[in-house]
């Protein structure tokens, strides 16, 4: 159902304006009840008597509280302050207090009630002993008494910090205040915009609930001091679990050498300084210039910045943001990359350079004392910017909603197999409509790459220039994690065509990989795309997978590197490199939603007789699980509810994105008006989750989720805290099982050092039953050639117990139930033999996959199987 046709939503904020006038009534009028209580019993001490205290007289009266016609202004939003237990207004990014609060709070016999003295009177366990034995009346007695025998100096103080500054009064130093220990304003700071105007006071100074110091430097607001407050530099938790490798013995990097901050000059030559000057005239004229100056800059980049939001708005792009939870920026910016196949350069590579020759390299550079240089760093703050050119623009930074609710900052890993890095979580993403780039060029005559991998999926944690045209390139690892790390994905720019690049990949984990067997990276170049409509296509020469000299830090043993050399066919050309073919969860999203409509007469029309979506449940960080069901919705409901269930789950690991495009050849294939697909429908109840770890896809992890964890490996006792993508799916297993039966599970993946399509299963012992699981895989390699039954297997090993397709088998007895695995490189044999596999002919296996499935029940395919598999 659309979001924007509830009623809820319609009506939100005339609902929310009600409730709290309703609650500000009832504030109002207890407030006044408790006021005129308390006046009265102080009226009857004898201290009272003695004290010429005029002032109580009004106290105890409803006069000074405001009427119950006053309206809340409409850019004034209550908000109830538990820490209180009472309502304040939030106006502008600012809390204060709320208008009965303020004139409440600011009357003198109810600050002596709420004063510290009260609170230890009132909470004093010996006190509230007597009290009962008392009665409530002299217990309330024997509290007012204790509160008048407090200090006349704190009392005149309260008082005067109350009734000398009211809102929008002018600031001024109270009488009483100067030797006050309590309260000692000693700076008044001011920012240039006049949006945050604070008193602060000593390092540890508390106020009294209820003072108010008010600024009047703009007469259009006034900000108050929150009661009760100490003012710290606390700028929250750093969440996110990003892990600061050490990364000084990675080779190519000299300790000496890094660039420092204050060794670089500053890139900016048009700032001035601004001269001291005798004249007090001229200096006010030049302040009052450079305001000028200065709000003319920000209203012309306030402008600038909202044309480009409303861009993004009109594209797309902000249709989907997703949530991180994590701190670091990310920008939202995308590009939507064409696929049209390059098939020149699809060929598997077979100029593979020597590891000996790579590592008699590697240890030449640790020998060699050249100078090196950091161009691009994900976290740290760049040396290329002044304070007037910042690195980070806030004013670029997207509203956000609060991540309180979504994750839970101190999860433990106990019980699992590796604990997970316990960090904090950022109160709110930091997603940006762009970001600057880490490095300046200086000139045409610079010939630096500018590097960049601050997107969705992106990976690239540290770009280091060794010379002109080499780079050290350090890959980040997954995030809470300390491994797993195979993906990379980022932008290069300022390129220059027909120059042999150089660059060295470190800290892979995996021991061996297909890029020593004929796989060549990927790139993407913007100008070869519009000017030859060319999409991805493979690169690169002298490739070698090789250990390195850089220890692991989670184990024993060494990281690996991938290096490879190729040139560029374009200068000043914006290029990406990615391990495969990046497929984003707003790609997801983005398909599905196309998926789901289709257009007809120039209208949108849903197609929900064939297909329907819903939200699973939300990722760890927040992100929507998709659920797509196909079936025949037209059929009646005895049918449907006689049907048996496919249940096909894709991207449980967020790096292998071959699993997406799969995924997607066979949602596409089954909402089809092919015959086999209407049978199909009208034979299975389709239940399709296309990402199962959005948070690990957005992140650019490899392996993992936010949790650090591999979602894999957690099927036995997943649980909704920590793993609940994984804990909703195994619910949703039940659920269909008090329905129907399930005929069929598989969890697509992607293989990294296998080449062709194949399957995992489980082996079946039982004799009534024999070879049953090996029917589907057996079948399916007679209908597509580039499935490989020869590399399927079935057996189960011990640190596979703990996987989908496993825990599947044995706790729900589903005899077909596969892992689908498709090689990063390609296949060896049938029609795309020594080829790359491209994203065509990975959804040309989900499509092979869906007519395997409609035969696979047949009588005599299922005796000829037997047959040759028993022979």
């Not at 964890?709 to 993508?725: C, G, H, K, Y």
Request: proline content about 4%.
């Amino acid at each position: 159902m659309n979001n924007s046709s509830h009623p809820y939503n319609k009506s939100k904020h005339d609902m929310h304006l009600q409730y709290y006038e309703k609650k500000r009534s009832q504030d109002q009028e207890q407030h006044s009840a408790f006021l005129q209580s308390i006046a009265n019993k102080i009226k009857e001490l004898p201290e009272f008597q003695n004290r010429q205290h005029e002032k109580f007289k009004s106290f105890g009266s409803s006069s000074a509280l405001p009427s119950k016609s006053e309206k809340i202004p409409s850019n004034v939003v209550p908000v109830y302050d538990s820490s209180f237990g009472k309502y304040r207004e939030k106006l502008g990014g600012e809390t204060r207090t709320s208008s009965i609060s303020r004139k409440v709070e600011s009357e003198f016999a109810y600050n002596s009630i709420i004063s510290d003295p009260a609170k230890k009177a009132y909470h004093n366990p010996s006190l509230q002993e007597e009290g009962k034995a008392r009665g409530n009346k002299e217990r309330d007695l024997h509290l007012a008494r204790a509160l008048l025998e407090s200090e006349e100096e704190n009392r005149k103080m309260s008082f005067q910090a109350r009734h000398q500054y009211s809102a929008g009064d002018t600031l001024k130093k109270p009488r009483n205040l100067k030797n006050s220990s309590k309260l000692t304003p000693n700076a008044a700071k001011e920012t240039e915009s006049g949006t945050d105007k604070r008193i602060l006071g000593k390092k540890n100074m508390h106020i009294s609930i209820g003072e108010q110091i008010v600024s009047k430097k703009n007469s259009n607001k006034s900000f108050l001091m929150q009661a009760d407050t100490s003012f710290s530099n606390d700028t929250g938790a750093h969440g996110g679990g990003h892990n600061r490798l050490d990364d000084s013995n990675l080779p190519g990097i000299n300790q000496n050498s890094e660039t420092d901050a204050s060794e670089v000059p500053h890139r900016n030559k048009n700032v001035k300084t601004a001269k001291a000057d005798n004249s007090g005239r001229t200096n006010k004229s030049r302040d009052g210039r450079r305001r000028n100056r200065d709000k003319s800059a920000l209203s012309n980049s306030k402008a600038k910045h909202a044309a480009e939001l409303q861009k993004l708005k009109k594209s797309g792009a902000l249709k989907w943001t997703p949530k991180l939870c994590v701190d670091t920026p990310m920008t939202v910016e995308r590009v939507k990359f064409s696929h049209a196949a390059y098939e020149n350069d699809n060929k598997w590579n077979y100029r593979i350079m020597s590891k000996d020759d790579y590592q008699r390299r590697e240890q030449v550079k640790l020998e060699s004392n050249s100078q090196t240089q950091i161009v691009y760093d994900y976290m740290d703050k760049s040396p290329f910017y002044t304070d007037a050119n910042p690195y980070i623009d806030e004013r670029k930074l997207l509203e956000s909603k609060n991540n309180a609710g979504f994750v839970n900052p101190r999860i433990k890993g106990r019980g699992y197999r590796r604990p997970m890095i316990n960090t904090g979580i950022p109160k709110k993403d930091k997603v940006y409509t762009n970001l600057n780039p880490y490095y300046i060029v200086e000139g045409e005559d610079d010939t630096t790459l500018v590097f960049e991998s601050r997107f969705e999926s992106g990976n690239l944690k540290r770009a280091i220039k060794v010379n002109e045209f080499e780079y050290d390139l350090v890959l980040r690892n997954d995030y809470n994690s300390q491994g797993y790390t195979q993906w990379y994905y980022f932008k290069v720019t300022n390129t220059r065509a027909d120059r042999k690049y150089l660059f060295n990949l470190y800290h892979f984990y995996k021991q061996d990989s297909i890029y020593n067997e004929g796989m060549r990276p990927l790139i993407y170049s913007r100008k070869k795309e519009a000017k030859e409509g060319v999409g991805w296509m493979r690169i690169g020469e002298d490739i070698c997978y090789y250990q390195n000299t850089t220890k692991r830090k989670s184990g024993p043993g060494y990281l690996y590197s991938l290096s490879f050399s190729f040139d560029l066919p374009f200068d000043d050309d914006e290029v990406y490199f990615c391990h495969h073919y990046p497929y984003t969860y707003r790609d997801c999203k983005e398909f599905l939603e196309d998926l789901c409509t289709e257009e007809k007469k120039e209208e949108i029309v849903s197609k929900k007789d064939r297909i329907r979506k819903t939200e699973m449940c939300k990722s760890l960080a927040g992100n929507s699980l998709d659920l797509v069901i196909i079936t025949n919705f037209l059929s009646s409901e005895q049918d449907i509810s006689q049907r048996d269930a496919v249940i096909i789950t894709g991207r449980v690991h967020p790096g292998e994105s071959n699993s997406s495009y799969i995924v997607q050849g066979i949602l596409e294939f089954l909402v089809s008006d092919e015959p086999e697909a209407i049978q199909l429908r009208d034979k299975y109840v389709f239940k399709i989750i296309p990402m199962l770890n959005p948070d690990g896809v957005i992140l650019g992890n490899y392996r993992c989720s936010l949790s650090g964890q591999d979602l894999n490996r957690q099927w036995i006792a997943a649980t909704s805290r920590v793993f609940p993508e994984i804990y909703h799916t195994k619910l949703m297993f039940k659920k269909t099982l008090e329905s129907r039966r399930i005929f069929m599970f598989v969890d697509v993946h992607g293989h990294s050092r296998k080449s062709n399509c194949f399957m995992y299963g489980c082996s079946n012992k039982t004799s009534d039953k024999k070879n049953y699981e090996k029917i589907f895989p057996m079948r399916f390699g007679d209908l597509h050639s580039t499935f490989s039954y020869e590399d399927c297997s079935f057996n189960v090993s011990k640190d596979k117990e703990s996987t989908g397709r496993v825990v599947v088998r044995r706790e729900y007895n589903i005899l077909n139930s596969f892992t689908l695995e498709s090689s990063f490189l390609g296949a060896n044999k049938g029609i795309y033999q020594d080829t790359h596999f491209t994203p065509e002919q990975l959804k040309d296996i989900g499509r092979s996959f869906c007519k395997t499935l409609n035969d696979a029940e047949d009588p005599k395919i299922k005796a000829t199987i037997l047959k040759k598999l028993s022979s």
